[in-house]
């Protein structure tokens, strides 16, 4: 309802600035979604919808319901070597399968990985008609050269005939196209018939619009459009949206339109049918799938009205739900169009309250009736390839498995244990940091109610290690966020069972409540034996040691010892350089690793305090190296341990695509977060063999659409690396690259404004690039467009405009600064200034003419404003007739098309049409409260310039990017 009509006092819903709003409530039966069973209710299940996939789930269940489809997709070739994510078949071959079969809702993950898909595509709602041709072209393809070539042309490919036949002499031009599905329309048509009809209506060539027949020169003729034969398998595209010239914008078309149960395209003689048609086959169809779509042109949700095997009951296939509906619901009211309420006082005289329905069918599916046992077939578990049938089933039992781990999930717990072995392999090599990850060492899943000593066996045994040889420590975490091993479980402790054990952990730990971590103890003997552990008293402090090397730039985990916490580093010197394999009189220096969030902290151990007053204590780090001396420490890039683990907390690999193909990793570069810009591209300008960094200009990723951001990183604009990389509250590791011609640090002090220039006496127009220092003015802009073009004459001067939508909105004045001009919507447009212009005199008046257009069939007052706008000099008492004869010669309009032309003042978009006998100037007295472009004289006539491109498929809607399927 329009605003005006609901502040109308004559319409009565605003009483003394109170709407009063019922409402009737209808109660339904209740339906308890989270219990509700799709598999028992129907016998059917959904497909769970990823983010914004509906659209895709609708159309997959329709095709999977024309079983001759999905029995050609199980015979596709696979192999057990195929992983679905990277094969379309295969992940087709998966979906299908547990949809027959699975008794749950079906994820599609697998499918769109095997697209090619990221999860900005899964967010991203396209149009389900663009998929449905991209996926069956996707398929055709792949199925060439396999037993099921050619299935997608036997079901869905039907062919029609272009024909041009002239009517005075005996010419005609034929030409056969084949087509998958029909784009029909829905505006100006009651019903699937009357679309039939307007496509194949007849177009009559003549007058302006004649044939230019071979052999026969321009000739009256009829063009139309007759089918040779319709496939097996109807689909037809209803093109709900449409693109709006008058609003520049796409609109969804919501009026009724009605389709029939059957469809009998044999009606009236075979009028849709051409004369080399085969009258034989008989082509009645009936409806099989009605696929919805419901909201607005900017978005939406899709689902499904499907009839599986043709029979009486519909069902709704809603993503995950799927629900028995009437034959009303799929049909007569997916039509569209508006809905009346019921009356709320039938004795009352009340205009009823019609609302438009937003939900309407969108895609037909019919299948002919002679076809339909051929394409309704049976298909059973003997169409599918063994390999297949083996690989989901031991999925679904693993399924099956991870449920019931998850029942008992309450009876176990997680133990995970860290061995020597364990910090050998990961330190210096996956981690750097603390001692172990947690997440790649041996995990126990064990009843919270096993005494402990009973899974001390099962690791003895495990580990091939006698259970007497085995002590095991607690981890904490600490307050700076470091993992430690704390203490070593008593005798007393270990008695307990394994859920009491697991509570002995320190506060800050329980965080991690749901695994227990333990260092296994263990001492090896020479001939790696196991040795009794040494009795640990307080006095002792157990002390891990990292070795590192600035030579190779390597850490590496060098062994742990016990130490008194009254001793000196000193003592233990000699054991130190034989773990690290040095000359026992080597000097070395010590650190001890504090931590490493949110900065690296790594301190240098003073040799002459003991480890008490060093404040260590049970599980500490201590990394050591070989001292070097102050004058060799220019030789090496990280000469001591903090260096090093600076570097190592800072690095970031990170990966390079150039703007024009950002889908594609170019290279890789190891690099510092605490970077520069210009440290970056010194790094980057090698690898793409420039000379000149500051020629490279970079932009940052977007984690969220994984596209380049729409503005590039400004030169020196953020001061590290890890600012170019953060993306919100994400981090990515993609920077796009582009090669400049000039440096940045140039660049961005210019401005480059793109201006569309007019000949005086030429019809074409010219774009030339403009840039100049940002401080720069229009004069400079003039003078630098002067040395571009080819003028009418060496002393013509030049004026800049600003045009938008067809009409002029300002004139440039010569010093203004071109940092203030917006070139993105607008139109910059340069050209002479016409001599009568500058000798206008006191009896000459400079307006603006516009071309327009309205469709009168419509009744529509709206101007559609189109074409070049111009200034045109009238002079006082000079009628429309003498106007008439200067626009003509300066626009050089033939006569017989001038003649069409109407000529309107035009105020507020208003037109006034003026007669030959007007004088023009009469009319722009009046003072133009609203600027120059609010009052204008209108050429009215056919708009015949190039319309703007849009996508071939007209329905599409609000979608920025394409349907692909990459793989």
């Given at each position: ?5 609901f502040?109308?006092?004559s ?22 979604y ?10 059917y299940?959904g ?7 509906c659209y895709?789930?609708s159309?997959?269940?329709t095709?999977?319901?024309?079983p ?5 997709v199980?015979h ?9 994510s990277?094969?379309?078949?295969l992940?087709?071959q998966?979906?299908y ?6 008794d ?17 595509d899964?967010?991203?709602q396209?149009?389900v ?13 792949k199925?060439k050269?396999?037993v099921v ?9 039907g062919h ?11 010419y005609k031009?034929?030409?056969?196209e084949?087509f998958?599905?029909?784009q ?10 009357a ?9 009559r ?12 020169g321009?000739q ?5 459009v007759?089918?040779i ?9 209803l ?16 009026d ?5 149960l059957?469809l009998?395209?044999?009606?009236d003689n ?18 099989h799938?009605v696929?919805v779509h419901?909201g ?5 949700h899709?689902?499904?009205f499907?009839?599986p ?6 069902f709704?296939?809603?993503?995950e739900?799927v629900t ?11 039509y569209?169009?508006?809905e009346?309420?019921?009356q709320?006082?039938?004795?009352f005289?009340?205009?009823?309250f019609?609302?438009t ?7 037909l599916v019919y299948?002919?009736?002679s ?5 309704v077939?049976?298909?059973d578990?003997?169409d ?8 989901l089933?031991?999925?679904q039992?693993?399924?099956?498995h ?15 244990v ?5 910090l050998?392999?990961?330190?210096g090599?996956?981690?750097?940091f ?15 109610q ?5 899974f ?16 095991f420590?607690?981890?904490a975490?600490r ?7 704390n203490?070593p479980?008593t005798p ?5 069972s394994?859920?009491i054990?697991?509570q002995?952990r320190?506060?800050?730990?329980k ?13 090896l003997g020479l ?6 552990l040494?009795?640990k008293?307080?006095?002792?402090i157990?002390?891990?040691?990292k070795?590192y090397d600035p030579?190779?730039?390597?850490l ?7 130490v008194?916490?009254?001793g000196k580093p000193t003592?233990?010197l000699s054991k130190l350089?034989?773990?690290a ?16 969030e ?10 002459r305090?003991?480890f008490?007053s060093?404040q260590?204590?049970d ?7 070989k001292?070097?001396p ?5 030789q090496f890039?990280?000469?001591d ?12 690999v ?19 977060k ?17 000379d ?10 977007n984690?969220y659409?994984q ?5 590039p990183?400004k ?15 994400q981090t ?9 011609d ?10 480059t ?15 030339h690039?403009?840039r100049?220092p940002k401080n720069s003015?229009v004069s400079?802009v003039?003078?630098n467009?002067k ?11 030049l004026r800049?405009l600003?045009?938008?939508y067809?009409?002029?909105?300002k ?7 071109i940092e ?30 516009y071309?327009f257009?309205?469709d ?5 007052m709206?101007?559609?404003?189109f074409g070049d706008?111009f ?11 003498d106007i008439?004869i200067?626009i ?7 006569d017989?098309?001038?003649l069409?032309w ?5 105020s507020?978009g208003?037109?006034?049409?003026l007669h030959?006998?007007?004088?023009v100037?009469?009319r ?9 472009w609010?009052q204008?004289l ?7 310039s ?5 996508p071939?498929n007209?329905?599409r809607h ?6 692909k399927?990459?793989?």
């Open positions: 309802m329009s605003l005006s009509e502040y109308d006092p319409q009565g819903y605003l009483v003394n600035d109170t709407c009063v709003i019922e409402a009737e409530v209808t109660v339904r039966k209740v339906v308890d989270w219990s509700y069973d799709s598999r028992k209710e129907t016998g299940v497909l769970k919808n990823q983010g914004a996939t895709m789930n159309l997959l269940q095709l999977y319901h024309i001759y489809f999905r029995k050609a199980y596709m070739p696979t192999t057990e070597n195929d992983m679905p990277g094969s379309i078949p992940a087709l998966s979906l399968y547990k949809l027959q079969y699975s749950n809702s079906v994820a599609t993950k697998e499918l769109t990985k095997s697209f090619g898909w990221d999860t900005y899964s967010f991203m396209h149009d008609q663009e998929l449905n041709r991209v996926l069956c072209e996707k398929l055709e393809d199925m050269g396999t070539e050619g299935t997608i042309q036997n079901l869905f490919e029609h005939m272009n024909y041009i036949e002239c009517i005075n002499v005996d031009s034929t030409r056969k084949s998958y599905d029909l029909l329309d829905v505006k100006g048509c009651r019903d699937v018939y679309s039939f009809d307007k496509y194949v209506a007849v177009e060539l003549e007058g302006d619009n004649k044939y230019q027949a071979e052999n026969h321009l009256d003729a009829k063009k139309g007759l089918f034969d319709f496939p097996p398998v109807l689909q037809l595209q093109k709900r949206f449409e693109y709006d010239f008058m609003r520049d914008t796409m609109v969804k078309i919501n009724r339109y009605e389709f029939p059957q009998d395209l044999d009606r075979g009028k849709y049918l051409s004369p080399d048609a085969d009258r034989r086959i008989h082509n009645l169809y009936t409806l799938s696929l419901s607005g042109v900017h978005g939406g899709y689902y499904a499907i009839r095997s043709l029979s009486d009951q519909w709704k296939f809603d993503d739900r028995k509906e009437e034959a009303k619901k799929a049909l007569e009211e997916q569209g169009g508006e009346e309420l019921p709320p006082n039938p004795g005289n009340n205009t009823p019609k609302f329905k937003y939900s309407n069918a969108y895609m299948i002919r009736e076809d339909t046992e051929k394409i077939c049976n298909v578990e003997k599918i390839a063994e390999h297949l049938r083996i690989r089933k031991k999925e039992e693993e399924k099956e991870k449920k019931k781990e998850k029942a008992d999930a309450h009876l176990y717990t997680i133990l995970k860290a061995r020597n072995e364990d050998v392999e990961q330190i090599r996956e981690i750097f603390d001692l172990v990850n947690h997440d790649k060492v041996r995990s126990f899943r064990i009843q919270k096993l005494p402990f000593h009973h001390k066996e099962e690791v003895a045994k495990e580990f091939g290690i006698p259970v007497q040889f085995l002590r420590w607690l981890w975490k307050q700076n966020h470091t993992y430690r091993p203490r479980l007393q402790e270990e008695a307990q394994v859920s054990v697991g002995l320190e506060v800050s730990n965080a991690h409540n749901a695994e227990l971590k333990l260092f296994m103890e263990v001492e001939d790696l034996l196991p040795l009794a040494p009795s008293t307080k006095e002792d157990l002390l891990f040691f070795f030579d190779k730039e390597d590496r985990f060098a062994g742990r010892l016990f008194k916490a009254l003592e233990i350089t034989e773990m394999g040095f000359p026992p009189n080597e000097e070395i220096e010590l650190y001890e690793e504090i931590k490493f949110p900065k690296v902290m790594c301190e240098h151990i003073d040799m305090l003991s008490k060093s260590l204590e599980g500490d780090i201590i990394c050591y190296q001292a070097i102050i004058t060799d420490r220019d890039r990280y000469p341990i903090p260096s090093f683990l600076e570097y190592v907390r800072n690095r970031q990170v990966h390079f695509r150039s703007l024009e193909r950002p889908k594609e990793n170019d290279f890789s570069l190891e690099l510092s605490h970077f520069s810009y210009d440290d970056v591209v010194e790094r980057v300008a090698p690898l793409l063999r420039v000149d960094p500051s020629k490279i200009r970079l932009t940052a990723h984690c659409s596209q380049p951001k729409p503005q990183i030169f020196r604009g953020v001061d590290h690396l890890s600012d170019m990389l953060v993306h919100y509250n990515s590791d993609i920077l796009y690259y582009e090669i400049l000039i440096p940045l640090s140039e660049l961005q002090g210019l401005k404004l793109k201006v569309a220039f007019h000949h005086a006496t030429k019809e074409e127009v010219a774009i690039s403009i100049l003015t400079d003039i003078n467009l040395s571009k073009v080819e003028l009418s004459r060496p002393d013509a001067e800049l600003e045009v938008f067809h009409k002029i909105y004139i440039f004045p010569p010093g203004e600064k203030n001009i917006n070139d993105q919507y607008w139109t910059l447009r340069a050209e002479e200034i016409p001599e009568e212009e500058k000798n206008l005199g006191s009896h000459g008046r400079l307006i603006h003419v071309h257009t309205r009168h069939n419509q009744n529509q709206q101007v559609q404003n706008p200034f045109f000099v009238i002079r006082e008492a000079e009628t429309l007739a008439k200067r003509q010669k300066k626009l050089q309009i033939p017989e098309k001038f069409k109407k000529f309107a003042f035009i507020l208003r037109p006034e049409y030959d006998s007007d004088v100037s009469n722009f007295q009046r003072r133009e409260i609203y600027g120059a609010e204008y209108g050429l009215e006539h056919s708009d015949t190039p319309k703007r491109a849009y071939a007209q329905n609000a979608v920025d990017k394409p349907v399927i990459y793989t």
